[in-house]
């Protein structure tokens, strides 16, 4: 069965540093998002990006964030200066369709800033 | 602001037990509605999809009401593998355009006990 699949699992870093969180959506889907979901707490939407450009974003999506599809498979978020509370588990999707479809999610790498 | 709100739970129940859920969306343009569930740490795996006239899927049963704004899921014969947190998901259009994100209620945990 068809994955969303996201490197690493787990990254550690220094607050300040810029970290890259990779997803490889699933194959025949267009859309794509970022979520994240601090612990404890409900996921909350990031981004959402399509034809390659973003769609929409949330307020959480400052201009720390940036999101790239760099090839025709790789997604990717970037945190350019990462803070204390960027701290949470940060979740890809993808779906075939953005009207009346789900979304599949990947299995999150959970970033923490020390 | 668009919420999605839920039970709050915990809910704990006997094997066998049927329980129930419910959820309210405020966002009265929300087109389609789904459940989730997530396992402790793990990603948002879709559960069903939530349609007007009511769906099933074994022993899921899931409702809406689109004109009380108002969504349920029902457990009948519960398992100790239903065990996890349900997240309601609401996909509404949040602008003019045509985005779309998903938004989450902050789930409702069930404990399933032997």
């Known amino acids: 069965e068809p994955e969303v699949t996201q490197t690493p699992s787990h990254q550690v870093t220094q607050m300040g540093q810029e970290v890259i969180l990779r997803c490889v959506p699933i194959?025949?889907?267009?859309?794509f998002y970022w979520y994240r979901q601090i612990l404890g707490q409900k996921v909350e939407f990031l981004v959402s990006?399509?034809?390659?450009?973003?769609?929409?974003k949330s307020e959480i999506f400052d201009d720390q964030f940036s999101v790239e599809r760099p090839d025709g498979s790789n997604f990717t978020l970037k945190i350019r200066s990462t803070k204390l509370e960027d701290s949470a588990m940060y979740f890809c999707?993808?779906?075939?369709?953005?009207?009346?479809?789900?979304?599949?999610f990947g299995q999150g790498t959970r970033l923490t800033v020390v | 602001r668009k919420e999605v709100e839920q039970d709050p739970g915990p809910f704990n129940v006997p094997e066998g037990a049927t329980v129930a859920f419910n959820c309210t969306y405020s966002?009265?343009?929300?087109?389609?509605f789904f459940w989730y569930r997530q396992d402790c740490r793990k990603e948002p795996k879709l559960l069903m999809s939530?349609?007007?006239s009511g769906n099933e899927d074994g022993r899921f049963t899931a409702q809406l009401n689109r004109a009380s704004q108002y969504i349920s899921l029902l457990i009948r014969d519960s398992k100790l593998s239903d065990s996890a947190t349900y997240l309601c998901?609401?996909?509404?259009?949040?602008?003019?355009?045509?985005?779309?994100?998903?938004?989450f209620g902050s789930g409702t945990q069930l404990t399933v006990l032997p």
């Open positions: 999707a993808s779906s075939e369709y953005f009207l009346n479809t789900e979304a599949f």
């Open positions: 194959s025949n889907h267009l859309y």
């Open positions: 990006f399509y034809n390659n450009e973003i769609s929409e």
């Open positions: 966002n009265s343009a929300s087109q389609s």
């Open positions: 939530v349609y007007s």
């Open positions: 998901v609401v996909n509404e259009r949040i602008s003019s355009g045509s985005a779309r994100q998903l938004t």
